[in-house]
């Protein structure tokens, strides 16, 4: 879809708006995303006050997060399977996703009680948290809304409705029994997997006291190595300025859309400007 085939309404009385063509528009959304401008600089790069820059960035925010809702990316199995790198394939012939938490910094606010459920054990910092899933070669599959940074992985995988979508990708034959999520160790959901009747990969546990053999260790750096996929995807996500700047807290009320669209763009990394 070409931008000017976009219906966006905008605040009333937004006149110097109607004078950009749609393209710049969405040139000036993507530049406040990719590199977090503020919106007195965007106004006066575009010509228009920065009330009309704040009003045109809101709707096309829900423009997209309303577009990119609607797509379906979760591909069948076989197509994933088809597309797996060879190395994944011989290890790991049938886990279809790898999961992975991350974090974003945020203001302290001045609320204690929510200062506590934003605090991060992990990051000694007020965060908010979110689950992403991708495919062995690394393109988003599943992105959770954002949550406090004080959820544990487990809670985050329960609340975050991972385990709902597997159960509907079971339901229509995208997914099968016995196909396995690859994770870090940290999410031990095993048993909820169960359940669903898939399988976990993840690496093997040890006591403090006890040395790994060297089958678990080579089983802990084959999983290391593979993980790599997601931890890029998470890097991509976070080269998007406006959420890897630590977040304020008047942007509370939009961060999860804006969290969302970040993900999503992603897939045309190689279409929009950097």
């Not at 590199?35 to 096309?60: G, K």
Request: hydrophobic residues 40%; glycine residues 4%; positive net charge.
């Amino acid at each position: 879809m070409h931008p000017s085939d976009f219906s966006i309404e905008y605040e009333k009385g937004r006149k110097d708006i109607s004078k950009i063509e749609p393209i710049d528009c969405l040139f000036l959304v993507l530049c406040r995303i990719r590199h977090n401008f503020c919106l007195q600089d965007l106004a006066y790069r575009f010509c228009i006050s920065a009330r009309s820059v704040s009003a045109l960035f809101s709707a096309w925010l829900d423009h997209f997060y309303y577009k990119f809702g609607q797509l379906s990316i979760w591909p069948h199995r076989d197509i994933i399977i088809g597309k797996m790198p060879a190395a994944f394939r011989k290890d790991f012939p049938n886990s279809i996703v790898i999961i992975d938490a991350t974090e974003l910094r945020t203001q302290t606010p001045c609320a204690l009680a929510l200062q506590s459920k934003l605090y991060s054990n992990y990051k000694s910092s007020n965060t908010l948290k979110a689950l992403v899933g991708c495919d062995p070669n690394g393109t988003v599959l599943f992105v959770s809304k954002l949550f406090t940074g004080s959820i544990s992985d487990n809670e985050l995988v329960r609340q975050s409705g991972f385990l709902n979508v597997l159960q509907d990708l079971l339901a229509i034959g995208f997914i099968q029994e016995n196909d396995a999520i690859l994770s870090d160790k940290g999410f031990t959901i095993s048993d909820d997997l169960k359940t669903l009747n898939l399988q976990l990969n993840i690496p093997p546990f040890t006591s403090s006291t006890e040395q790994m053999s060297k089958a678990e260790v080579v089983k802990t750096q084959t999983i290391a190595k593979h993980r790599i996929h997601i931890e890029r995807l998470i890097a991509k996500i976070k080269k998007y300025k406006i959420i890897s700047n630590r977040i304020p807290t008047y942007m509370f009320g939009s961060i999860d859309k804006l969290w969302t669209v970040c993900c999503f763009l992603t897939m045309f990394d190689y279409v929009f400007v950097k």
